[in-house]
């Protein structure tokens, strides 16, 4: 049974702090901002006040490591991201972060300095620490395969755009944010842009904090989550949760596991056609319809991400290869070839973050152009593709 002493959730107050009883527990749950001093100064203060046997923060081990460790983004493995085809979401989990980075330079707070508190704050009065977030590759997986491709390009380029936004708030704005969760409110309403994106990326996530808090160990605990966590946290307390199925990684329908495979099989199965039914020479002039506009739609948008000539000629002559194998794909060749030629330094992934938020950003840091060069050379080798793939067809 759960039973509310004191629930104070506000999204535009200094405070948020919600107290619970629940099955013999005293849950104490402090919803911040995550860019707020004063969410900063009041987590340490209850924690200080209540001394728990426990205290949960709103990371998972991966967060929680990349939160104690400042040389973060100096460690980045592009080319492990490049071949796990994980670029988009890279790209989605920067931005994210430049746009944390920006708001907290506006309010003069670091960015995550409330979960550090709580850590450092539990650390001081010697309570049990609890990770009690799912681990973000899972979110990010489940998350991502919760979304259309077309709505991916959506949610990253609204990301991208965000901290260039941040940047250009007045000063009356700046104080409007200081005591709001901005991060929660930004995912609220790119959820409503994007659809399928609330239930991976909140709603889920409500339920495992939920569950992690109730089975944390000890009489006397304190939970430090996103202010827009605490509604859903408190409203599944006590519910049966099934944190097998939100731990599980999605599987694709056989649909979505094999569409990256359907102009590649029109393709073969067209070249096939074309020598049987036709002649040798309609097979080259096959070859050559299919060849000409994918090397030269990815040879043109590889030069336009800036890249090196080498990577512009290896864009050239994969690209009619590799886009009828997705499982490399054009990007993959180009950016890996870039990153080889022009290796991105220590100092141009810590300076990923501001990169990001500027067009010339992009071309200036070495570490942002082979995410560029990825980027624009599959869409080249795309476009050139499907344009190949009507040549073909249309000499059937």
Request: hydrophobic fraction near 45%; include cysteine; aromatic fraction near 4%.
């Amino acid at each position: 049974m759960t039973k509310s002493v004191l629930a104070c959730k506000l999204m535009n107050s200094p405070g948020c702090v919600t107290r619970l009883e629940h099955d013999g527990k005293d849950i104490t749950i402090i919803g911040t901002a995550h860019v707020s001093q004063t969410s900063v100064d009041e987590v340490r203060h209850v924690i200080a006040d209540t001394v728990p046997d426990v205290v949960c923060v709103e990371l998972d081990q991966k967060r929680h490591d990349s939160l104690m460790d400042e040389n973060r983004y100096a460690n980045l493995n592009l080319a492990k991201k490049i071949k796990e085809h994980q670029v988009l979401v890279l790209l989605a989990s920067l931005a994210l972060a430049a746009y944390q980075r920006k708001i907290g330079e506006r309010l003069g707070v670091k960015p995550g300095a409330e979960m550090l508190a709580a850590v450092q704050s539990c650390k001081q009065i010697g309570a049990r620490l609890v990770l009690a977030d799912r681990d973000i590759q899972t979110t990010l997986k489940r998350t991502w395969a919760n979304i259309s491709a077309l709505n991916r390009l959506r949610l990253v380029g609204s990301l991208i755009t965000a901290p260039s936004a941040a940047a250009e708030l007045s000063e009356d704005q700046i104080e409007q944010l200081k005591n709001r969760d901005t991060i929660s409110e930004m995912l609220t309403e790119l959820s409503r842009m994007v659809p399928g994106l609330k239930e991976p990326l909140i709603d889920e996530r409500d339920q495992y904090l939920a569950s992690s808090i109730t089975m944390a160990p000890g009489k006397k605990i304190v939970a430090v989550v996103g202010a827009g966590h605490v509604e859903g946290i408190v409203a599944h307390l006590g519910k049966p949760i099934d944190r097998t199925a939100l731990e599980q990684l999605p599987s694709q329908s056989a649909f979505r596991r094999y569409r990256p495979w359907l102009i590649p099989s029109v393709i073969l199965l067209s070249f096939i056609w074309g020598w049987h039914a036709h002649s040798v020479g309609t097979l080259l002039h096959m070859l050559v319809a299919w060849s000409l506009p994918t090397a030269i739609g990815c040879a043109f948008f590889t030069a336009a991400a800036g890249a090196q000539p080498v990577t512009v000629i290896t864009g050239f002559l994969a690209a009619p290869l590799l886009t009828l194998y997705p499982r490399i794909g054009a990007g993959m060749a180009t950016a890996l070839v870039q990153a080889s030629v022009r290796r991105p330094t220590r100092a141009h992934c810590e300076g990923i973050l501001e990169s990001i938020t500027q067009v010339r950003g992009w071309y200036r840091n070495t570490a942002m152009r082979v995410l560029l060069v990825y980027s624009l050379s599959s869409v080249g080798a795309t476009i050139g593709a499907l344009i190949g793939a009507a040549w073909v067809i249309s000499l059937l």
